[in-house]
């Protein structure tokens, strides 16, 4: 008897599944200010590199999931070399995940997980074609990026609650 309630119980809970319907370029720019000037000089950058995820729904079960990522390289802390900004986005259908946790977590970790090696590729792109080392961005480990923004934004609301020094 307990097996038959097993089965049941499984065939009631439907899987997770997650489906790209396509992913494309929503937007680049590449600057360099520095240039030609830069290009006569030592190349030892300064690069600071700023990743965000952006999530607009696109219907029953669908998503847009746009990664960002700006690269900011200077030739010393005052004179920047190029700016290369991508936004490379997915539209992902999502099917059978509880709205709240389990599908914030596929939309913060899987989604961006899978869209990163082609913002990387197309970064790494803009720079060789602005003249410049091929840029290699390191992996970025979306399910740590993202427990960072749920402990943070927890942190807040704890905050918010605190009225004159007492807890609400």
Known sequence: MSENTETQQSESVAPIQMRVERMYLKDASFESPGSPTIFSEQWKPETQVDINTKVDPAG?????????????????????????EVQYAGLFVIEGAQPGGQLNQILGIACPTALFPYLRENLDSLCVRGGFPALNLAPVNFEALFKQAMQHAQSQAEQATEVDGVTH
């Open 60 to 84: 029953e079960n669908r998503f847009e999931v746009i990664l960002s990522c700006t690269v900011t390289s200077k030739r010393d802390s005052e004179r920047v070399a190029f700016v290369a």
